[in-house]
């Protein structure tokens, strides 16, 4: 599996993302964000975590006009996969492949600590090799983690199977971290290839870091 | 000519910042505050003379960019 991690000035997860794949066994290629095309071989595009373009305006907000996300629309609208964590979650709302926008945490404070989120739906590239309800353990750290949709839109979300994770506590209770609707993590999109989520995965590769439950979130793309 | 955009929260879209904002000036006894919010103010020069034409092109500006209209609303002032 080929995997291309976009870089845009200000993203500083490029390279903890690369080594998650790449020590998963899988090709990497950074992508800076002028570059106008992916490399043909991709099999999947990752939009790491970071403060692109320093969270100017709004977080994502100007990243979404750089050349390569022409490219990642028109590879997302032809069914490519896209995975975005954290920024790459907000830039995902901002240029329109996911639904809802992500707004300052409502206690107003950077969040950073490992956290348990549950898995909503796993019949989808993503989490397939995780199972229904299975409480996993990833670090979150975001100021605008605050997951909004409007009551029709989280109709839609639910009906299609589009919400992907909620934080919870260790028995599976929703919790509000941040404030998300419904505690949202992680949504995709109704044709389910393109995913975003807060939680950073890559950070949770070893038990001796905290936790191990971020690999088989990464592996599920391979399928 | 000068464009004067202002940005802030939909209406029934929490705001947390006017929130907090609220109790402190609550806390520092200023009664009657019903409620607080904030938004930003992105002030746009612009080259042409044409107020309707100025009007038009910020109006994409905010659709496209300054604002995103999931959760904000904007107003625009031509000066």
Redesign the interface.
């Known amino acids: 599996m080929k995997v291309s991690v976009l870089r845009f000035p200000g993203t500083n997860c490029d390279f903890d993302t690369q080594y998650a794949f790449e020590k998963l066994g899988y090709d990497t290629e950074l992508i800076w964000h002028k570059e106008e095309r992916l490399p043909r071989d991709t099999d999947l595009v990752v939009i790491p975590g970071g403060f692109s373009y320093g969270d100017y305006?709004?977080s994502g907000?100007?990243a979404q006009?750089s050349p390569i996300m022409r490219a990642v629309v028109n590879y997302a609208n032809s069914g490519g996969k896209v995975l975005g964590i954290c920024n790459g979650f907000q830039i995902l709302?901002?240029v329109g492949l996911l639904p809802?926008?992500l707004?300052?945490?409502?206690?107003?404070h950077f969040i950073s600590k490992h956290q348990n989120i549950q898995v909503v739906n796993q019949d989808n590239a993503f989490l397939n090799r995780c199972d229904k309800s299975e409480i996993l353990n990833i670090p979150i750290a975001h100021a605008d983690g605050?997951y909004?949709?409007d009551d029709d839109g989280l109709k839609e979300l639910e009906s299609n199977d589009q919400v992907l994770l909620r934080y919870c506590d260790a028995n599976g209770n929703r919790i509000v971290v941040n404030?998300s609707v419904t505690s949202i993590a992680g949504v995709c999109n109704k044709e389910k290839n393109v995913f975003g989520l807060m939680p950073h995965p890559e950070r949770a590769l070893e038990d001796i870091l905290g936790s191990s439950d971020g690999i088989k979130m990464l592996q599920g793309f391979e399928q | 000519m000068k464009a004067i955009v202002n940005v802030y929260l939909k209406n029934g879209v929490l705001d947390p910042q006017g929130k907090a904002t609220h109790h402190a000036l609550e806390s520092m006894n200023f009664k009657g505050v019903n409620d607080v919010r904030i938004g930003k103010q992105i002030i746009v020069e612009l080259e042409t003379e044409d107020r309707d034409e100025a009007q038009k092109e910020v109006e994409e500006m905010c659709e496209v960019l300054l604002a995103n209209t999931v959760i904000e609303d904007y107003t625009i002032e031509i000066a």
């Open positions: 305006l709004r907000s100007i006009f709302t901002e809802g926008a707004k300052r945490n409502n206690n107003l605050n909004y949709i404030g």
